[in-house]
């Protein structure tokens, strides 16, 4: 048996399946895990959700920012925008199973010595801390005030995680870092507007780049940040986001020897 993760999918199905083919990927034998965005921006998102979900015990992913999106919409705490290609998702006569299958997902896995998540761990956290804290939005999900939860999701404050923090700040921080950050400073301030890794802001960094970051020394999967183009980060950094709805490749990893293998048309 192989593990496989993937890399942000965004409704580019027809590249996921030619490079799922390129990897000889067996259901019966191997496991997909996508590092979250299965959906949105590109032409099938539907197509990629009905797919994952129907791979069962082979499939598994953590959520990322798109998914958390869809799911606000679904609630009907939140309207698409333009750019949304997710309607089909929401007009689909499987909707409800397909909804009710992603909402029960997690926003972080371990998978042998890897931990996935979608956009990564801040500096300051531990990574127990970080899956503690992420079941706690992993619950919020689960419980009967999920629509609250998606109410006050969306924004970009608090802008630092401290353990003061309750209610819907302290989950929106939580979120945010899984699943938006991409820079940070050294103790977890974030700026959620910046995605040009050529410019970021004064004292700011990637959230990876941080000598002080408290996960070092763990192998983290990540995904969310096309513009890195799947770029080398440093040991122990897998991203796996090459910007496949933006005309890049789709990117998977071999959990077993660390090889990437990539599509592109």
């Known amino acids: 048996m192989a593990d496989y993760a993937v890399g942000d999918i965004q409704g580019c199905f027809e590249h996921l399946i030619s490079l799922l083919d390129k990897i000889h990927f067996d259901p019966d034998k191997d496991r997909l895990i996508a590092a979250g965005d299965l959906v949105n921006r590109g032409p099938k998102s539907l197509e990629t959700l009905r797919y994952c979900m129907a791979l069962g015990d082979a499939f598994a992913m953590v959520l990322g920012n798109h998914e958390l999106h869809l799911l606000a919409i679904a609630h009907g705490v939140r309207e698409p925008t333009p750019k949304d290609t997710i309607s089909e998702i929401l007009e689909a006569p499987d909707a409800d199973e397909l909804l009710d299958w992603l909402q029960r997902q997690p926003l972080m896995l371990n998978v042998r010595e890897y931990t996935i998540v979608h956009a990564g761990i801040p500096p300051q956290w531990t990574l127990t801390r970080a899956q503690s804290l992420a079941e706690e939005v992993h619950h919020a999900l689960l419980s009967d005030g999920a629509s609250d939860y ?14 003061d923090l309750e209610g819907s700040s302290r989950l929106r921080v939580i979120t945010n870092y899984l699943t938006r950050m991409r820079f ?22 990637p959230w990876f780049d941080h000598p002080s970051r408290k996960t070092t020394s763990q ?19 897998f991203p796996l986001d090459t910007g496949c709805v933006w005309g890049g490749p789709l990117r998977v990893m071999n959990l077993t020897n660390q090889v990437y293998t990539e599509y592109s048309k």
């Open 150 to 163: 998606f109410r006050q999701m969306y924004g970009d404050y608090p802008e630092k995680w401290s353990e």
């Open 184 to 205: 940070c400073t050294s103790d977890g301030i974030l700026d959620l507007q910046t995605k040009d890794t050529r410019s970021p802001p004064t004292s700011y960094r």
């Open 219 to 237: 192998k983290i999967i990540f995904g969310h940040w096309a513009a890195l183009k799947g770029r080398y980060c440093g040991p122990n950094l």
